[in-house]
T-cell receptor, first 116, second 113 residues
Framework: DTGVSQDPRHKITKRGQNVTFRCDPI?????LYWYRQTLGQGPEFLTY????????KSRLLSDRFSAERPKGSFSTLEIQRTEQGDSAMYLC??????????????FGPGTRLTVL | DAKTTQPNSMESNEEEPVHLPCNHS???????IHWYRQLPSQGPEYVIH???SNVNNRMASLAIAEDRKSSTLILHRATLRDAAVYYC??????????????FGKGTKLSVKP
């Protein structure tokens, strides 16, 4: 297992289109996080899964955003009716969860979204 | 979560030690101090964490003030590969904690050859 992977690495879309990103966490990691990072800023938390349950959503996650983790393994993040303000790097991270006393988060390389 | 304050940027020479400061005057008794770094064009990566005692690992050392209101990440010999943004983060850390990370802007470390 080589770590957290994300697909695609880059996505360019036109305003109003829908986009979907995929994250594959490290095997057997129970927790999965989505973050968004804009230029010059640190990552901002979007949402978090414990297995397949989505336990918390940030206020940043508007109605146009939806995330799923159907079988408690990979996760998808969909943005509907994209806006130029959605342009950012979308980062996924996973951590062991309750099996570990320390939940270090392992980040993927991110998906860079550009909305034209 | 308690707030941290870090310098926006720092410079270092290659093979010299680097001390990256972090102030967290409102830290609570259950907050751990975490450091992550983000290399250019990559996601963040864990560096080190601690509660009260100084900590060492293969990447760095963490020196925590006695009153816990500040800490310093120490890179003993900076290399060009250490050029990154370093984030100091406070959060509770135990197995049951949800633990989403709250990042500030961090310190951008430049390393000169």
């Amino acid at each position: 297992d080589t770590g957290v992977s994300q697909d695609p690495r880059h996505k360019i879309t036109k305003r109003g289109q829908n986009v979907t990103f995929r994250c594959d966490p490290i095997s057997e990691h129970n927790r999965l996080y989505w973050y968004r990072q804009t230029l010059g800023q640190g990552p901002e938390f979007l949402t978090y899964f414990q297995n397949e349950a989505q336990l918390e959503k940030s206020r940043l996650l508007s109605d146009r955003f939806s995330a799923e983790r159907p079988k408690g393994s990979f996760s998808t993040l969909e943005i509907q009716r994209t806006e130029q303000g959605d342009s950012a790097m979308y980062l996924c991270a996973s951590s062991p969860g309750l099996k570990s006393s320390y939940n270090e988060q392992f980040f993927g390389p991110g998906t860079r979204l550009t909305v034209l | 979560d308690a707030k941290t304050t870090q310098p926006n940027s720092m410079e270092s020479n290659e093979e010299e030690p680097v001390h990256l400061p972090c102030n967290h005057s409102t830290i609570s008794g259950t907050d751990y101090i975490h450091w992550y770094r983000q290399l250019p064009s990559q996601g963040p990566e864990y560096v080190i964490h601690g509660l009260t005692s100084n900590v060492n690992n293969r990447m760095a050392s963490l020196a925590i003030a006695e009153d816990r209101k500040s800490s310093t990440l120490i890179l003993h010999r900076a290399t060009l590969r250490d050029a990154a943004v370093y984030y100091c983060i406070l959060r509770e850390n135990y197995g049951g904690s949800q633990g989403n990370l709250i990042f500030g802007k961090g310190t951008k470390l430049s390393v000169k050859p």
